[in-house]
């Protein structure tokens, strides 16, 4: 049984910072291309960052690109998402997915796996 779990998720004020994790269990964690995607009330899921097995390949949505930053520990069966630097649209519940490819894929159909999802409000 697959489960992503992830955590970290809350409150915090425009400019400030979170570190979400997102901890894997029931499969060969570094076999997966792992990735964050968020989705706001009334909107539609949105790819925020992936990587690949290692980490060696990472890729983000221009939205995010220079404040948000994903990494993995493959001992640890986990993934992390940096967020710096928050604005109050970045307000969603993210989400974890993993995805049984070297490459990460950055359509949310494209993966396996999801977690259940960690509330983060921005406030202005």
């Known amino acids: 049984q697959v489960q992503l779990v992830e955590s970290g998720g809350g409150l915090v004020q425009a400019g400030g910072s979170l570190r979400l994790s997102c901890a894997a269990s029931g499969l060969t964690f570094s076999r997966y291309a792992m990735a964050w995607f968020r989705q706001a009330p009334g909107k539609e899921r949105e790819f925020v960052a992936a990587?690949?097995?290692?980490?060696?390949?990472?890729n983000y949505a221009d939205s995010v690109k220079g404040r948000f930053t994903i990494s993995r520990d493959n001992g640890k069966n986990t993934v992390y998402l940096q967020m710096n630097s928050l604005k109050p649209e970045d307000t969603a519940v993210y989400y974890c997915a993993a995805k049984g490819l070297l490459v990460p894929p950055i359509s949310h159909r494209d993966y396996d796996y999801w977690g259940q999802g960690t509330q983060v409000t921005v406030s202005s």
């Open positions: 990587i690949s097995w290692r980490g060696e390949v990472t």
